[in-house]
C-alpha cells in the first residue's frame, strides 16, 4: 500500500469522543461504565491503526473493521460483562461430572441459597439465647440425628476433613492404612501426601490385594492414633483380594483403645443397590458398625454443595473445632443453607424425588426410554436426511470418584452424518448458548438423557438443530470452495 492511501486510511478513523456520543455507545456506557466502553474502544481503534502501518490488511478490509467497529464494540463489551461460570447442558450421562461441578442442587436447596445469600443470617448467633454461638451448632444436630451419632461439623470439602482430622488426632503419631487403601483420588488428593503434610505418621500394612485384621493389629503400637480405612472410591480389585469388615476393624480398634476413620468419599445415606449400584459404603452402617469418625464429600452422592462432612463421637468432633485450622477450613453461610436444605430432603424421606442426582441414579428405564423416543421423533422431523438418528445402547455413569464398576442402564440418542466427521458439531454445541456437552464414540455423537433435566429438553432439540445446520452449511461452503478452485 503507498503512503497517501495509507494517510487517507489513518484519516477515516473516527475521534474516540465523536464514537461515544453515538446513541448506541452511550446505552453500552449505561450499562458496562465509560471506562471499560473506552478501553474496548481504544483497543479496537489501535489495532486498526497497527493494521495500516504494517500494510497486514487490504484497504477494503481496513474498511470494512471501520464499518463493523461499533457492533465489534458491542460484543467485546457485552462479552467483558458476561461472568464466565455459566450453566451448562451435561448430555454425557455422568451423574457427578468433576469438571461440571459435580452434584446440581435441589430446588430446596437453590431456593435456601437464594433466600439466605442477600440478607443477614443468624449463622453465629443464638436467637433463644441472644449471645454468640457457633456455626455448626445446628448442623451438627442434623447430621447427628439423620446419620444416628453424637455430632457433626463440616469443612470445605473432604479433602480438607481428612487432613483436619489427621492434623487434629495423629500429628506425630502413627495412622494405620492398608496398602491397598493408599489411593489418588484425582486433582492430586493422595493418602500419603495429605497424610505427611497433616503431620501424620503412615503406617502401611498388608499388601495391595490382601490385608486382613491380624495385619492392623501386629501394627499397632503405643504410638499409634488412629485406624484410617479409606474407600477406594475410584477403582475396585478383583480376584485374589482381602480385606477386614468395617466391624473387624472397629472392634480391632476398640479393644486396643485406638479410633477407627473411614473416610467414605462419596457419602452414601440410601441403600443405591436396587438402582445397580451395590457397592457404596453407607455412612450410617459404618458408624453403627463403631467407626469413631466418618468423612465424606457434600457434593458427591449426597447430592449437595461442595463441603467435607465429618461425623460421629462428640469428643472427637470438639478437638476438630478447636484446632485453629478449623478456621481455615470452615464454609460460609451459603454452604450451610444448601447443605441444611439437602439434609431436610433425607430427614422428608424424599431424597430420591427430591435431590437430582439421586433422581437421574433412580430414574427408571421406561421412563428415560419414552423421552428418549420422544426426542427422537422431534430430531427426525427437523433434521436433514443426512443426519441418521438413532438409539445405540450403551451405559450412564456415576462418576466423580464414586462406583467406578457400577453402570446405569444408559438411554442414548446417536447421531451420525452420512458424509463428514462429527466432531464439527460436538465444537459447535459446546459453544453454543447454553453449551451443550455431549461424548462422541466412533464418529458418532452420543446425547445421554438421564443427566439432562426434562426442562431442558427444548433448548437441547433448538441447539442440535442448530448445530446441524452451522455443520451442513461448513460443507456446503466448503465444497463450493472447492468447485471453484477446480474452475482456476
Ligand atoms: C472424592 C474423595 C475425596 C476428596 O473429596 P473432595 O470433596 O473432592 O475434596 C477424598 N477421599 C475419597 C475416598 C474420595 O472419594
Known amino acids: 500500500m503507498n503512503n497517501p492511501s495509507r494517510t487517507q486510511l489513518f484519516r477515516r478513523i473516527p475521534q474516540v469522543d465523536q464514537i461515544l456520543a453515538d446513541p448506541g455507545v452511550q446505552e453500552l456506557v449505561t450499562q458496562a461504565g465509560r471506562d471499560l466502553v473506552q478501553r474496548e474502544l481504544t483497543a479496537l481503534l489501535d489495532a486498526v491503526r497497527v493494521a495500516i502501518s504494517t500494510g497486514e490488511l487490504e484497504e477494503a478490509q481496513i474498511l470494512q473493521a471501520l464499518e463493523t467497529l461499533l457492533d465489534r464494540l458491542r460484543q467485546r463489551v457485552i462479552e467483558r460483562m458476561t461472568p464466565k461460570l455459566k450453566t ?33 443470617t443468624n449463622l453465629e448467633f443464638d436467637l433463644s439465647l441472644g449471645e454468640r454461638s457457633t456455626r455448626d451448632q445446628s448442623i451438627s444436630a442434623l447430621l447427628a440425628e439423620q446419620l444416628g451419632c453424637e455430632a457433626g461439623t463440616v469443612v470445605n470439602n473432604n479433602a480438607a476433613a481428612v487432613f483436619l482430622i489427621l492434623n487434629t488426632l495423629a500429628c506425630g503419631k502413627e495412622v494405620l492404612v492398608s496398602r491397598g487403601e493408599l489411593v489418588e483420588i484425582g486433582g492430586s488428593f493422595r493418602i500419603p501426601d495429605i497424610m ?55 472392634e480391632l480398634g476398640r479393644r486396643r483403645g485406638v479410633p477407627l476413620v473411614e473416610d467414605l468419599g462419596s457419602g452414601c445415606l440410601v441403600d443405591l443397590s436396587p438402582y445397580g449400584i451395590s457397592d457404596e459404603p453407607i455412612a450410617q452402617r459404618s458408624l453403627a458398625a463403631g467407626a469413631a469418625l466418618i468423612c465424606f464429600s457434600g457434593d458427591k452422592l449426597l447430592g449437595g454443595p461442595q463441603a467435607g462432612i465429618i461425623a460421629g463421637r462428640e469428643d472427637l468432633v470438639r478437638a476438630l473445632r478447636k484446632n485453629p485450622l478449623m478456621r481455615m477450613l470452615r464454609v460460609d453461610k451459603l454452604t450451610y443453607a444448601a447443605l441444611e436444605a439437602t439434609l431436610l430432603a433425607y430427614r422428608r424421606g424424599t431424597e430420591l424425588d427430591e435431590i437430582p442426582v439421586l433422581r437421574m441414579i433412580a430414574a427408571p428405564k421406561n421412563l428415560l426410554m419414552r423421552r428418549v423416543r420422544r426426542l427422537r421423533s422431534k430430531l427426525r422431523q427437523a ?46 454445541l459446546r459453544t453454543y448458548a447454553p453449551p451443550i456437552l455431549a461424548r462422541v464414540e466412533s464418529n458418532e455423537l452420543l446425547i445421554d438423557l438421564r443427566t439432562v433435566l426434562p426442562e431442558q429438553e427444548n433448548i437441547l432439540v433448538a ?22 478452485t477446480d474452475e482456476s
Not at 462418576?399 to 462429527?422: D, H, K, N
Not at 438443530?465 to 471453484?484: I, W, Y
Open 88 to 120: 451448562v447442558i451435561n448430555a454425557t450421562g455422568v451423574i457427578l461430572h468433576t469438571n461440571l461441578g459435580r452434584a446440581p442442587l435441589s430446588t430446596a436447596a437453590t431456593e435456601s441459597l437464594g433466600q439466605v445469600a442477600g440478607q443477614y
Open 383 to 428: 433434521l436433514p436426511p443426512s443426519i441418521s438418528v438413532t438409539l445405540p445402547a450403551g451405559a450412564s455413569l456415576v462418576g466423580g470418584g464414586a462406583c467406578p464398576a457400577a453402570t446405569l442402564p444408559g438411554v442414548l440418542l446417536g447421531l451420525s452424518r452420512q458424509a463428514g466427521s462429527i466432531a464439527e458439531l460436538e465444537a459447535f
Open 463 to 484: 441447539g442440535l438443530c442448530a448445530g446441524v445446520r452451522h455443520v451442513e452449511r461448513c460443507r456446503t461452503d466448503k465444497a463450493a470452495g472447492q468447485e471453484l
Open 196 to 250: 505427611q503434610r497433616s503431620g501424620g505418621l503412615l503406617r502401611e500394612v498388608g499388601t495391595t490385594n490382601r490385608t486382613r485384621r491380624q495385619d492392623y493389629e501386629e501394627a499397632l503400637t503405643p504410638n499409634t492414633a488412629l485406624i484410617l480405612r479409606v474407600h477406594p472410591s475410584n477403582y475396585r480389585m478383583y480376584g485374589f483380594t482381602e480385606r477386614p469388615t468395617i466391624e473387624e476393624l472397629c
